[in-house]
């Protein structure tokens, strides 16, 4: 590849591309690997949409940096990962796959996260790349650069070397890891999860995403109109000023004005909070959301489930959630891959009211999941586990056993 400018770093060579020509001949050498690991450096301080600053490659033979800042488009590059028959290796998936879906509409056919992957097999989740790499390479990396400005150039080669170790092992590291998840008879599990975890973020890009606004399933229909009506508005200032959603309205502020349901101008720069110079130059607008929102006849209301109120019930989840630490450390799987808080808090629900989101049961009954603490979980729900205090472990002292009547 004598096209592209090499630079060396301890005697390990690797290839800067920083023109879309470059970058097409670089793709048709990336065709012959069976392996792309991938990572991204990115600024999302003060921007709509994080902003893609560098692009981190390892393949079969070559290391490579993508400078997306001196180039027309990465497109191809996104294309190339989504569409191409090769296994894409991340730690943490999220940042890459929600580049490549913001840029190709899909996500990679093959993805390997060797993060989700260390869960499966005893280490903590979730659990930094360098933890990961310490644990299973015995590799420390330096940390010198973690607070590096990437979108100023150029990049210095502490810089660049700093950018590439996050690539450098990941190809070693996921071997290694794909071997004690078929050791562990935990390859189906790892797959189903992964598949799991992408799906929900195309559910999520696709999706009302105003429905994630905190206390919004506390709301009336007719205040979730206005919500959304808010939500929609601030959505589209912010892209249009490439702020974060939060610089133009708080999400605290649009429930407090939906509950309040008053369009008059008056009245919402009344509210504390709403005093800004901008807020008052976007007045007419946010009035205008308002209104639209209490206009709207009943059957164009959303629908917005309650949920249930769990408080009463914390020392419950509490109890279970130590129960599936404890049961998980046992079984050599992170208690993190198994159960987030939610996941337990779906659990209650369930069991309170019949169900979570229609007829789907929690995830803490289905799939691996329930080969993993299903039996435990429906124990301890019937009142089947007694829990004791065994002072002789002061590591884990809580003891979670069968009780016999």
């Not at 894409?88 to 093959?110: K, L």
């Not at 209301?301 to 249930?308: A, F, G």
């Not at 007829?359 to 803490?364: E, G, I, K």
Request: proline share 5%.
């Amino acid at each position: 590849m004598s096209f592209l400018h090499h630079w060396s770093i301890d005697s390990v060579s690797h290839i800067v591309v920083s023109k879309t020509s470059e970058l097409k001949t670089l793709l048709k050498h990336l065709e012959d690997s069976p392996w792309v690991a991938l990572d991204t450096e990115f600024i999302s301080e003060r921007k709509y949409q994080p902003q893609l600053c560098l692009i981190q490659i390892a393949a079969e033979g070559f290391l490579a940096i993508i400078d997306p800042l001196g180039m027309d488009s990465v497109d191809a590059f996104w294309e190339f990962l989504a569409f191409h028959h090769h296994e894409t290796i991340v730690h943490a998936y999220r940042s890459e796959i929600d580049f490549c879906y913001r840029y190709t509409g899909t996500v990679p056919r093959n993805v390997f996260d060797v993060q989700i992957a260390a869960g499966f097999v005893g280490l903590d989740y979730p659990c930094s790349f360098g933890g990961i790499l310490e644990k299973m390479l015995h590799v420390d990396l330096p940390k010198g650069e973690t607070r590096t400005i990437w979108s100023r150039r150029p990049l210095s080669e502490r810089q660049v070397e700093y950018a590439l170790n996050d690539v450098r092992y990941l190809s070693s590291l996921a071997q290694k890891l794909q071997k004690k998840l078929q050791a562990a008879g935990r390859v189906g599990w790892y797959q189903d999860e992964i598949h799991s975890c992408l799906t929900h973020l195309t559910e999520e890009w696709q999706g009302k995403k105003w429905l994630s606004l905190p206390g919004i399933s506390n709301l009336t229909p007719r205040e979730a109109a206005v919500a959304r009506e808010l939500w929609y508005w601030r959505d589209h200032r912010a892209a249009c000023s490439d702020v974060p959603a939060a610089y133009i309205l708080r999400d605290d502020l649009i429930i407090e004005l939906a509950k309040r349901k008053t369009a008059s101008p008056d009245r919402i720069g009344a509210v504390r909070g709403m005093q800004r110079s901008d807020i008052n130059r976007w007045m007419p607008d946010i009035s205008a959301a308002i209104a639209h929102g209490l206009d709207l006849p009943e059957t164009e209301l959303p629908e917005i489930q309650e949920k249930i109120k769990l408080s009463q019930y914390n020392p419950m989840i509490q109890l279970i959630h130590s129960g599936l630490s404890i049961l998980c450390r046992d079984r050599q799987i992170a208690p993190g891959v198994v159960a987030t808080p939610q996941d337990i808090r779906d659990l209650m629900t369930c069991q309170l009211a019949g169900s979570t989101n229609g007829d789907t049961p929690p995830r803490l009954l289905t799939g691996w999941r329930s080969e993993v603490v299903g039996d435990f979980l429906e124990n301890f729900l019937e009142g089947k586990i007694a829990i004791r205090f065994d002072k002789t472990n002061p590591k884990t002292p809580l003891q979670f056993v069968d009780y016999h009547f």
